[in-house]
């Protein structure tokens, strides 16, 4: 069965409470709760030390995490931690690069292998945050990846030729929506995306959002005209 956890004190669930309540398919949902970096914390210690290992859905958006409380969280998960995990939320929080490269380290050496859904919308991750986690996936993390959010992270033309360069070497082989919209990317970054994809990179994308810029040098570089 699937439970839907909706934690509204959470930081005062323990890691027993946790075990002994749910050891099935959970849903935690724990957006816009106001949550810090010490509770963050706090809940990546029970995670790391066995709690919810068959949480599926983890949504984490709108909060107040830091570069600190995400690397307390990729230090859980690369220690083994949430191995069921299929969608992860961390829209709308403060991770930065920092804490988006401490991510990207864990699942490069195998965490959150399942995982089909991944937002980092609004982290503010720029181009070395978005060349770390493209790195990992050139190296073959997140293979299951359906789904990922990137939007608003100002992401520039450096960022995407690297996402690029990863994709068109068969990173995110199961990837079929992305988001690229509201980044700091132009013409020049763009064309190379369009090209990597144009030839054969991401088989099985259906739809791609680049947000409120010139599509007609995208078109062309596919091949499709302006």
Known sequence: RKVGLVCHEWQKTTKKRLQDCFSTDIILKMQNKSITDNYISVFSIAVRNGALPSLRILNLGRNQIYCTGITALASAVANGALPSLTTLNLSSNQIGCAGITALASAVDNGALARLKRLSLRDNRIGDV????????????????????????NRIGDDGV??????????????????????????????????????????????FLDIGDVDVSAFAVAMGRGA
């Open 161 to 206: 030729a690297t996402l690029a360069k990863a994709v068109g070497n068969g990173a995110l082989p199961s990837l079929t929506e992305l988001h690229l919209n509201s980044n700091a990317f132009g013409d020049t970054g763009l064309v190379v995306f369009a090209n990597a994809i144009g030839s054969g990179a991401l088989p099985l994308l259906t």
């Open 129 to 152: 945050g978005i060349s770390a986690l493209a790195t990992a996936a050139g190296n073959g993390a997140l293979v299951s990846l359906q789904k990922l959010w990137l939007g608003k």
